[in-house]
């Protein structure tokens, strides 16, 4: 089944203590990135990669870090997570002709006390 | 302003009714608009797509669009409760980067 999968879906931790949010695709999808959805805000992107080792900023970068090792991975890190950061968190992935589909992770619900 | 305005809801109708949803946008540049669903604690999901000006249509479903008002629309017709969810609409230009709106969340009531 062709799906993006993420870990973990909900996360619970504290100010300051690194964390990585991971992100697989099996559809050999070059491009994929990251969002966050909060209410009356929408999807805002965080980072994107467009192939292995190519990596940008998106609307949101600010205390996130992103690698890109491997074409199905695509994890996101939080190095000192803060309350801002709170939020719920989608990967997503698609080809580079597919701009419309974009197949989305069932996400992860982070919340930093 | 934002560059993709949608109005958040709820809307709530009865099971049988013609929804209609829509936003709006500012850049002339957009020429890519979709619809996404969006289920309680799930991914959104592509429900359609089109490529600059008129209608799509796809079972009980229609996107409109309407590039001189900037103004999208997608209807729902003989809705049903299982079309209770959030919708996003979603648009490009030329570049790869997706704009969302905030979604609308819809409820159908039997």
């Known amino acids: 089944e062709a799906q993006v999968t993420q870990n973990p879906r909900y996360l619970i931790t504290v100010t300051g203590k690194k964390l990585t949010v991971t992100c697989s695709q099996n559809m050999n999808h070059e491009y994929m990135s990251w969002y966050r959805q909060d209410p009356g805000l929408g999807l805002r992107q965080i980072y994107y990669?467009?192939?292995?080792?190519?990596?940008d900023k998106g609307d949101v970068p600010e205390g996130y870090k992103v690698s890109r090792k491997e074409k199905r991975n695509f994890p996101l890190i939080l190095e000192s997570p803060s309350p801002n950061q709170t939020s719920l968190y989608f990967c997503?992935?698609?080809?580079?002709?597919?701009?419309?589909?974009?197949?989305f992770g069932p996400g992860t619900r982070l919340t930093v006390t | 302003q934002k560059e993709v305005e949608q109005d958040p809801g709820p809307l709530s109708v009865p099971e049988g009714a013609i929804v209609s949803l829509n936003c709006t946008y500012s850049?002339?540049?957009?020429?890519?608009f979709m619809w996404y669903r969006q289920y309680s604690r799930k991914g959104p999901e592509l429900l359609m797509y089109?490529?600059?000006?008129g209608n799509k249509e796809d079972g009980r479903f229609t996107a409109q669009v309407d590039k001189s008002s900037k103004y999208i629309s997608l209807f729902i017709r003989d809705s049903q409760p299982s079309d209770s969810a959030t919708y996003l609409c979603?648009?490009?230009?030329?570049?790869?980067?997706?704009?969302f709106g905030t979604g609308t969340r819809l409820q159908v009531f039997p």
């Open positions: 997503a992935s698609r080809s580079h002709r597919g701009l419309y589909e974009q197949y």
């Open positions: 979603a648009m490009s230009g030329d570049t790869d980067k997706l704009i």
């Open positions: 089109t490529y600059s000006s």
């Open positions: 850049n002339s540049a957009f020429q890519y």
């Open positions: 990669s467009m192939n292995v080792e190519v990596t």
